[in-house]
């Protein structure tokens, strides 16, 4: 039976500057999809939040050139600005129909973002488009 579920996932941006912030971007959106085989076709709506020291470009418009993405409701917010919250943080929540459980649900926290989460049972993965930083998915 078909659900709509969603998918978390979060990053770190080495600098405020486009190139940084599309770089880490396309590594998430790209573990995101792999991770959970996400079809593009069953996304219903994606919502990005950054910290307020991201300003250089929008994620939805990095998310945007991707293939099949065009179409998508995608949507920029400014994340909640917490004393001692993670720096140049980018998080995603992801709509989507699937006919996975919710346990099977993949949600991948890359570089700095890894910590986010601790309550979660991370394992490594690490590879080559994910940058120098050990990054932990949900398995």
Known sequence: MWKVRGIRGAT?????????????????????ESSN???????????FTVTKDLDAIFPAKVARQRLLWKNIPLLDVQQMDVEGSLPRCIRV?????????????????????????????????????????????KT
């Not at 085989?37 to 919502?47: A, F, G, K, T, Y």
């Open 12 to 32: 770190t941006a080495s600098a405020n500057t486009e190139e940084a912030i599309v770089e880490v971007v396309k590594a998430l959106l790209d573990v995101i």
């Open 37 to 47: 085989q996400l079809d593009p076709e069953e996304i219903i709506s994606v919502i």
């Open 93 to 137: 929540l992801i709509y989507f129909n699937t006919e996975k459980s919710q346990a099977d649900i993949i949600h991948c926290y890359l570089r700095e973002a890894k910590n986010l989460r601790p309550d979660w049972d991370l394992a490594e993965m690490s590879p080559p488009f994910l940058g120098n930083n050990n990054p932990k998915i």
